[in-house]
């Protein structure tokens, strides 16, 4: 790639996360707005009670949480060493936003392929979250799918780096590791989070298992957070079946057919008696 593009697409990058970042800004500060009025109106009706009854006294407070550190960036489904590092870092979207459902949605690559996709609210809480919570800021639109595996047995593609490149993220890190495989064996069409080295490295990169697939589960393997329910045999045949460029020494690089995101969707599933209605 040309200096020129690459410093173009250094900025875009720099731009998706800052708007991403302040997106996040912009709803704290509207819930923390929410939770100073509700401690005020709660105040109101404290004293109230306190000039009506004036023989009692009341008493109200609140705490915020501890705001956590800044992150690094997650890496790539290898196999990687133990880690110390136990906790989450940055601003981690909340798990409850899951509600312990399925989503459904589609992931568009290259503007051509539309992979049909399905989260598991209930299997993976955390990572579900997180990943509807980056859908809907369009985090990933733009972004490229930096790296291919298409050997016998190890078949996926990366996706979902901040630069396109597996560097960069939202801000934040998370664990803990949720739905993993006990066998190691990580079937064709599930959607997992990438990592690096601890459990709690895990943050915006996510791998498409394009053929059944064994990693090692010696640190604990990797969050299924859920499939591809369509569109996996036009990733196949127009992506992962076109080759690695210039593979590395574990037999994986970038595909030779340049893939980014251009569009993704989530929505919750609803229930068969909303269905009905």
């Known amino acids: 790639m040309a200096p020129k ?51 009692q006294l009341a008493f109200a407070g609140s705490r915020d949480a501890d705001a956590p550190g800044a992150s690094a960036s997650a890496s790539a489904p290898v196999t990687p060493s133990a880690s110390a590092t136990a906790g989450n870092t940055g601003d981690v979207p909340s798990k409850s936003i899951a509600k312990g459902s399925t989503w459904t949605g589609t992931l568009t690559l290259n503007d051509s392929i539309d992979l049909g996709i399905e989260l598991d609210g209930a299997a993976a809480p955390q990572a579900a979250s997180v990943e509807i919570s980056l859908i809907r800021e369009q985090f990933y639109n733009g972004t490229s799918c930096h790296r291919l595996a298409d050997r016998e047995g190890m078949e996926f593609l ?67 957070v859920g499939t591809v329910t369509s569109g996996l045999s036009e990733l196949r045949s127009e992506i992962a079946d076109q080759g690695v460029s210039s593979p590395g020494d574990d037999g994986t690089g970038e ?23």
């Open 158 to 224: 990366q996706c979902g780096s901040a630069n396109g490149d597996g560097t960069g993220d939202a801000g934040f890190e998370y664990g803990p590791l949720e739905n993993v495989p006990s066998d190691g064996v990580y079937d064709e069409g599930t959607i997992a989070i990438a990592r690096s080295e601890s459990p709690y490295s895990q943050s915006t990169q996510f791998f498409i298992v394009t053929g059944d697939t064994e990693l090692d589960s010696s640190t604990g393997g990797y969050t299924r």
């Open 255 to 277: 595909p030779k057919v340049a893939t980014t995101i251009t569009g993704a969707t989530i929505e919750q599933e609803r229930s068969s008696t909303s269905r009905g209605r």
């Open 5 to 55: 593009n690459q410093a173009r697409d250094n900025r875009e990058a720099r731009e998706r996360l800052r708007l991403y970042q302040a997106r996040r800004g912009l709803h704290e500060r509207q819930r923390r707005r929410r939770v100073r009025d509700d401690v005020i109106a709660v105040g109101a009706l404290v004293v109230v009670a306190a000039l009506a009854t004036v023989s």
